[in-house]
């Protein structure tokens, strides 16, 4: 059984996003497409949204039951808006909320973590999905993708720590799950692919597909807190330089059968996704939610 009411959609021109909402639509859900210039996709209702802007809120919520939350990215405290929309929603009748968080954010933990205490008390149906690092960092309009097409590498501090990376199509896919069938996850879902990898085994496989020598540049964990600094805020680089150093030690080195227990398939491997987003005829990649 799944249900059949409207979905909106917020970042749906984003990685998540916008697969979840093609994912969707092919499905034959409704499904409105939230963004701040009202993203466009063929088969749905666009819609402007803007999480800093409280006046969008009414007619993004209107003649919705569910929501698919990408958090506003770079911001250090999601909650201080996410939360009063929130509420907002469960009052205008929104009955299911799906959430997306990170692996390496527990429930109550930093950022996103704040919002991912507070969704089951506003909603009886719910789902917080926690995708590994998306395997479109590699392939897409991320710092590593922009780093491997214009130098040829990959910085991290993560030194020789291991990934689940996960393709961002899966994790579109247990999202359409959570948003639909007829009873809710009401748990958190941690999200991996078929094997964990390095960032020396990213390059490795890189350097095959592409034909293009691509290294693995190790930092210091101070050179990478620096590097992103100096294009973000300091407390958000941070964070992810914090993320760099948990995967150095081990933090991200495991998987989950999360992928094939929702959608009933394996999570697809790196080098298939490689092959697939980076031959001459694959499609432009969309924007990355970290």
């Known amino acids: 059984m799944t249900l059949t009411g409207t979905t909106l959609v917020i970042g749906a021109s984003g990685t998540t996003g916008s697969r979840t909402a093609r994912q969707l639509i092919a499905a034959g859900h409704p499904v409105k497409a939230a963004g701040r210039r009202a993203t466009q996709l063929p088969g749905a209702e666009p819609v402007r949204f803007d999480w800093y802007d409280s006046a969008t809120f009414s007619d993004a919520l209107a003649d919705v039951d ?13 909650a201080a808006v996410m939360v009063p929309f929130l509420r907002q929603a469960r009052a205008a009748g929104v009955e299911r909320a799906v959430l997306l968080s990170s692996s390496a954010i527990p429930e109550g933990g930093p950022a996103v973590g704040a919002v991912h205490q507070i969704l089951p008390g506003l909603f009886d149906q719910w789902a917080v999905l926690r995708p590994s690092w998306f395997m479109q960092n590699f392939t897409g309009t991320h710092t ?4 491997i097409r214009e130098h040829g590498v990959i910085r991290t501090a993560a030194g020789s720590g291991r990934v689940g990376f996960v393709d961002a199509d899966d994790i579109a896919a247990v999202a359409v799950h959570a948003l ?6 009401n748990a958190d879902l941690v999200l991996t692919g078929p094997e964990p990898l390095g960032h020396d085994d990213i390059a490795a496989i890189l350097t095959q597909v592409t034909g293009r020598p691509v290294t693995h540049h190790r930092l210091t964990y101070d050179a990478m807190r620096d590097r992103l600094a100096a294009v973000i805020p ?4 941070t964070m ?11 933090a991200e080195d495991r998987t989950t059968d ?19 987003e980076l031959s001459p005829r694959a499609a432009p990649a969309t924007s990355p939610t970290r």
């Open 144 to 147: 590593h993708a922009d780093s």
């Open 180 to 185: 639909t069938d007829g009873r809710a996850p």
């Open 234 to 237: 300091l407390e958000f680089a």
């Open 258 to 276: 999360t992928v094939r227990r929702v959608t009933g398939r394996p999570p697809n491997g790196f080098r298939a996704v490689a092959e697939r």
């Open 66 to 78: 569910r929501l698919y939350l990408v958090p506003p990215v770079g911001d250090p405290d999601p």
């Open 240 to 250: 992810l330089a914090d993320m760099d150093r948990a995967i150095a030690e081990g």
